[in-house]
């Protein structure tokens, strides 16, 4: 029997859930979703559990949502729609939810993994943490727009329009969008005396707490602007344009770097014609 994508394990009143598929670079895939919530379920129930830390295994947080998955072969509007709302629930799981959450990022961050250690109450970085949200550059669309409720519109548009999937820990700590930068080997601990320190506190104040914070976002609109930012995303994905179809046979014949160098060339021709 193959091991689950997302480790469980009890720590004092700390549940810590690992990601666990290091040779995909923790890409998010239809198991690996349902293992997170799953954990996040066992987490939740237990009384004994007063803070939830997500970490990953092997030298990356997520690459984000693992485009291989079948589940992107779903045929028509309504199947897709489905696809996605499961991906922005997952997401806004870390954020709902009535207890805190901190996550530990190292190596690449990206899209759907960016957007789910950003739904974390708390987010501290190694110092090699690259963060990114490629989502314009494969032809699709953002889950959970959390960014320019977490950044200002500049700096979300920033890393919403260029796509670069290289912006150091740094660079992401000066946006406001993580809350500390750290060693590689601090990471975890970091992480947990994090958690822990919170999981000290009175846990009903914490809980009332978070939950205004969050309500004090959502009465300014938030919610509502992510759903209506989930409506542009399901724009984008059954938009087909030339381009768009044209880049997805490339990339599923040749791969990614082909798709996206396919298009340089295609937009260099356009330019010069």
């Not at 239809?30 to 803070?51: G, L, V, W």
């Not at 990471?187 to 939950?211: F, G, Q, W, Y």
């Not at 930012?229 to 059954?238: N, R, S």
Request: aromatic share 6%; with cysteine; proline share 3%.
């Amino acid at each position: 029997m193959s091991e689950k994508t997302v480790r469980y394990k009890v720590e004092g009143p700390l549940a810590v859930l690992t990601l666990n598929r290091p040779s995909k670079l923790n890409a998010i895939n239809t198991t690996m979703m349902a293992d997170i919530n799953e954990a996040m379920n066992q987490a939740e129930e237990d009384i004994k559990i007063r803070a939830i830390v997500l970490q990953a295994e092997g030298k990356s947080f997520s690459a984000g949502f693992d485009l291989d998955d079948e589940v992107w072969e779903a045929k028509g509007e309504g199947e897709l729609r489905a696809t996605l709302e499961q991906d922005f629930d997952l997401i806004m799981r870390f954020w709902d939810s009535p207890k805190p959450t901190v996550s530990a990022v190292q190596g690449y961050c990206l899209g759907g993994g960016m957007e789910m250690a950003l739904a974390c109450d708390l987010t501290v970085a190694a110092e090699n943490a690259l963060f990114g949200e490629p989502e314009v550059s494969i032809a699709s669309g953002v889950v959970a727009l959390l960014l320019p409720w977490f950044t200002g519109p500049k700096l979300a548009k920033e890393l919403l329009l260029t796509g670069d999937t290289k912006v150091p820990a740094e660079r992401i700590y000066e946006m406001g969008l993580i809350n500390r930068v750290v060693a590689l080997d601090d990471l975890r601990d970091t992480a947990l005396e994090l958690a822990e320190t919170i999981a000290m506190n009175d846990r009903l104040s914490v809980e009332i707490t978070k939950r205004a914070i969050n309500r004090s976002l959502e009465i300014g609109g938030m919610r509502k602007a992510l759903l209506d930012a989930f409506e542009a995303d399901i724009a984008i994905e059954t938009a087909e344009s030339d381009e768009a179809k044209k880049f997805y046979e490339v990339l599923h014949k040749e791969g990614i770097k082909s798709a996206i160098e396919w298009r340089k060339e295609h937009i260099r021709k356009l330019s010069n014609d």
